[in-house]
């Protein structure tokens, strides 16, 4: 099948699967089919396509699109993803934007990312501030291990541990995570149920971590309507200069507080 067609085909099913953005999920499919860029696919629109046809199957059940492509970018990298780890979202990136604000000005900063799954947040502080010791830990020995390997592949320098919450109690310039706040899966998109549970569903994460916390700044991502509560925990909790920073989309996505 030539690409225009397999793109016409692949848009015609994703869109009557309930996708979301279903020509931009047709065009990464294809173009990773093909082994070129997105862009990079309109320059030969007649080249045959092949190996389409798992890839869209997946997608079409809803299955994540980073899964199903094997890698996802996050700020500057392109991470390794499958369903060992939540999938890297772009309102994350604004908890690492935050973070690297707080660290400004500090040259080697000990910095602890709790629940750091695929390694997202902990890789992307280990990139942009080089003279940073990052350590992620996180409860799931399958995330840590695909952590590692992201690491690896990257090249970067940072400290993997099986290890919960606790941890963020041993003293640190900055403690940052994205615990699971999701209540119930009921209502929302189907692609969810692909990511793993641990990750994604839980109470109490934000409130633990700001109580056992020994470190001067913390940044936490929350859940839609969750900032106002979690902003007045921290406070309870002895931090000052709490603030809450909205992500992209106009959500109140991320809370920090120092001490």
């Known amino acids: 099948m030539r690409a225009r067609d397999a793109l016409a085909e692949a848009e015609l099913r994703l869109n009557r699967a309930g996708v979301d953005s279903p020509r931009v999920d047709a065009e ?41 492509l094997g890698e996802w970018g996050f700020r500057r990298l392109t991470l390794t993803t499958d369903e060992r780890a939540l999938v890297p979202r772009p309102e994350t990136e604004i908890v690492v934007e935050r973070a690297l604000a707080l660290l400004r000005g500090i040259d080697t900063p000990r910095v ?84 793993p ?27 839609d309507g969750q900032a106002p509560q979690v902003a007045e925990t921290l406070r309870a909790a002895g931090y000052r200069d709490v603030a809450i920073t909205r992500d992209l989309a106009g959500v109140e996505r991320v809370v920090e507080g120092a001490r």
Do not use: K, M, Q
């Open 197 to 223: 549970e641990l990750a994604l569903i839980g109470s109490g994460f934000h409130e633990r971590i700001a109580r056992i916390a020994r470190t001067r700044h913390l940044v936490l991502e929350v859940g």
């Open 112 to 195: 602890l990312d709790v629940g750091t799954g695929s390694g997202a947040i902990a890789l992307a502080l280990a990139d942009e501030h080089p003279g940073a010791h990052v350590v992620g830990v996180d409860v799931s020995e399958d995330a840590l291990a695909l952590a590692r390997e992201n690491a690896a592949r990257l090249g970067l320098d940072v400290e993997l541990r099986l290890d919960g919450v606790e941890t963020a109690g041993e003293g640190w310039d900055l403690v940052v995570s994205n615990p699971p706040y999701v209540e119930s899966l009921d209502g929302l998109a189907p692609e969810l149920e692909h990511e």
């Open 28 to 68: 990464l499919l294809v173009a990773h089919a093909l082994g070129v860029s997105r862009t990079g696919l309109y320059a030969d629109l007649d080249a045959e396509v092949g190996s389409l046809e798992p890839l869209l199957a997946r997608r079409e059940s809803r299955e994540p699109l980073a899964y199903v």
